[in-house]
C-alpha cells in the first residue's frame, strides 16, 4: 500500500513570497489533515478535510494560509505571502473515514522563510 | 485546553537496556485517547502504541509498552532491548473521544549507544 505523498520535499523562499504544497493521502482515506511543525515543537493541525469539505479549520491563519482538496483526494496549501515565522515542516497525515486514531503521515516539506 | 507535557527534551540509552519516556497531559474529559509516535532522522512520524482511556490494562506492542495512570494524568512510554533503529523524536499525542485533533507534546529526542 502505497503511503502519504508529499511534494515537494524541501522549499527555501524570501519572506512575502508565496509557495504551495501538494499532498496525495492513501488511496480511499477520506480525511486528510494539513500540520505546521515548528522546529522543537510537536505537529500543530493547520486543517481537516473530509472528503472535499473542511471540518475543522481554527487554527489556519486564514490572512496568509489558504487550503483546498478539490474531488476529495489531492490537496494543497498556499501561503501568501509569507513570513519567517512560517519556516517550518509541513506534515499532510490521512486516515480512513472515522478511524480518527489511525493517522497515517507523510515525510512532511521543510520551508525555510529568508 | 487540552496540553501535553514531555519534560525530557532529550535522552540517551545503551543498546539492549530499557529507557522510559515521560508524557504528562492536562483534561477535563473522561473519555479520551493518548498515542506515542515515533520520527526518525527522515521525518514520516509512525504510530508506535496507542492507549484508550477507558481500558485499564497498559498497552503493549511488542518491546513497547506504556505506564498510563489516569488519575495522575500521566502515559510513560518504556523500550525495552533499545535497538539503533530506536533512535528517533518520539511525541507523546492525545485525542479526546469525538473529537478529530490531536495535540501533541513538544517530543523526546532518544539516542541510542550502540
Known amino acids: 500500500e502505497a503511503g502519504v505523498a508529499q511534494s515537494p520535499r524541501y522549499k527555501i523562499i524570501e519572506k512575502r513570497q508565496s509557495v504551495a504544497f501538494w499532498c496525495n493521502p492513501i488511496s480511499g482515506h477520506a480525511t486528510l489533515y494539513w500540520y505546521q511543525q515548528i522546529l522543537g515543537q510537536g505537529p500543530k493541525l493547520l486543517i481537516q478535510?473530509?472528503?472535499?469539505?473542511?471540518?475543522?479549520d481554527s487554527q489556519l491563519p486564514k490572512d496568509r494560509f489558504s487550503a483546498e482538496r478539490l474531488k476529495g483526494v489531492d490537496s494543497t496549501l498556499k501561503i501568501q505571502p509569507a513570513k519567517l515565522e512560517d519556516s517550518a515542516v509541513y506534515l499532510c497525515?490521512?486516515?480512513?473515514?472515522?478511524?480518527?486514531?489511525?493517522?497515517?503521515f507523510g515525510p512532511g516539506t521543510r520551508l525555510t522563510v529568508l | 485546553a487540552q496540553t501535553v507535557t514531555q519534560s525530557q527534551p532529550e535522552m540517551s540509552v545503551q543498546e539492549a537496556e530499557t529507557v522510559t519516556l515521560s508524557c504528562t497531559y492536562d483534561t477535563s474529559e473522561s473519555d479520551y485517547y493518548l498515542f506515542w509516535y515515533k520520527q526518525p532522522p527522515s521525518r514520516q512520524m509512525i504510530l508506535v502504541i496507542r492507549?484508550?482511556?477507558?481500558?485499564?490494562q497498559n498497552a503493549t506492542e511488542n518491546r513497547f509498552s506504556v505506564n498510563f495512570q489516569k488519575a495522575a494524568k500521566s502515559f510513560s512510554l518504556k523500550i525495552s532491548d533499545s535497538q539503533l533503529g530506536d533512535a528517533a523524536m518520539y511525541f507523546c499525542?492525545?485525542?479526546?473521544?469525538?473529537?478529530?485533533?490531536?495535540?501533541f507534546g513538544t517530543g523526546t529526542s532518544l539516542t541510542v549507544i550502540p
Open positions: 499525542a492525545y485525542r479526546t473521544d469525538g473529537g478529530n485533533q490531536f495535540y
Open positions: 478535510f473530509q472528503n472535499n469539505g473542511v471540518v475543522d
Open positions: 497525515a490521512s486516515s480512513p473515514l472515522g478511524f480518527y486514531n489511525e493517522q497515517f
Open positions: 492507549q484508550e482511556a477507558y481500558k485499564q
